[in-house]
């Protein structure tokens, strides 16, 4: 028997990094398996051409960008927000192919009366903009981590039977300018958000899944951020006129849950690059 698919108005995701050691593409796969969008945002950082290397592309992460492609085919309303790690794409920022198209920042109406305002954040990052080596430095240092993190976890679990840790979360939490930087961003996008009268702000960039309200002496504004799929493997979700945060950690996901015969229904990638070729070729007359 088929598994039922929960649907999803607005699905945003981010800061996946597909072709890093700590990207958990298999369980960011179990999830897409398990949902059914109607609207998809992937709010940047998806690949992370930074650090790509052809010496590491699992199939796992191949499976999650034919998941991606697959929905494309089936004519959902696929927006690429472009962040830093796949800043390549900007030059390419205002693309539309069938049901997809690039964009560096991104205005949804959400139930025709409310809109959000989406983009990857990382415009308010300070080293970004004027020391982008000491962020690739800190891009591979921090890959790094999560690797030995992801070791030492193996370890915990298997040899000693205790918890999971997460050597970056310490170290954000005790660190001063790091919960300074997070809450300066917040508040910085939600300045803007409300100055634009915006009724959502939505990031990525960060890793720090958030939802709350933010006020300012001109108004008020929801800020959320969808956080990542190396740590907090969350995702934003839009249904019946509410957001919420997706955390896989609140949910036990059986690996048996999406069998053999789901996966041969499936269109194979010769398949879904015809249907894209197809509709680009029907927008064309």
């Given amino acids: 028997m088929k ?8 699905l945003v995701l981010s800061d996946v990094h597909l ?27 998806i690949i992370d051409i930074w ?21 494309i085919s089936k004519g959902k309303k696929t927006c690429y927000v472009t962040g830093n790690h796949d800043e ?24 025709g009366n409310t809109k959000a305002w989406i983009f990857h954040g990382d415009v308010f990052d300070v080293t970004m903009q004027h020391s982008k080596w000491l962020t690739k430095l800190g891009a591979v240092g921090y890959d790094s981590l999560i690797l030995i993190n992801r070791v030492v976890n193996f370890i915990s679990e298997k040899v000693f039977c205790k918890g999971k840790i997460s050597f970056s979360k ?38 720090q899944p958030e939802m709350r309200k933010i006020e300012n002496e001109h108004g008020a504004i929801m800020y959320l951020n969808s956080g990542d799929w190396i740590e907090n493997l969350s995702a934003l979700e839009y249904t019946n006129g509410k957001w919420s945060i997706y955390r896989y950690a609140d949910e036990s996901v059986n690996d048996t849950a999406f069998n053999k015969a789901d996966e041969e229904i499936e269109p194979g990638v ?8 197809s509709e680009f070729q029907m927008m064309k007359q």
């Avoid at 010769?270 to 070729?277: G, R, T, V, Y």
Wanted: hydrophobic share 40%; charged share 25%.
């Fill in 19 to 45: 072709g890093t050691y700590g990207c958990h593409a298999k369980e960011l796969l179990h999830y897409l398996k398990s949902i059914n969008p109607k609207t998809v945002v992937l709010n940047g950082d």
């Fill in 170 to 207: 310490r170290i954000k939490n005790s660190v001063k300018s790091a919960v300074k930087f997070i809450n300066n961003f917040e508040q910085t996008c939600a300045d803007i958000g409300i100055s634009n009268q915006y009724d959502y702000v939505i990031c990525g960039h960060i890793h």
């Fill in 270 to 277: 010769d398949e879904i690059f015809a249907s894209l070729l």
């Fill in 88 to 111: 390549m794409l900007r030059r390419f920022a205002g693309m539309k192919f069938g049901s997809f198209s690039i964009v560096n920042k991104l205005v949804l109406e959400l139930d």
């Fill in 51 to 71: 650090q790509f290397s052809k010496r590491y592309w699992p199939k796992s992460h191949m499976k999650v960008v034919k998941q991606l492609m697959s929905w």
């Fill in 3 to 10: 598994n039922k698919k929960r649907k999803i108005d607005v």
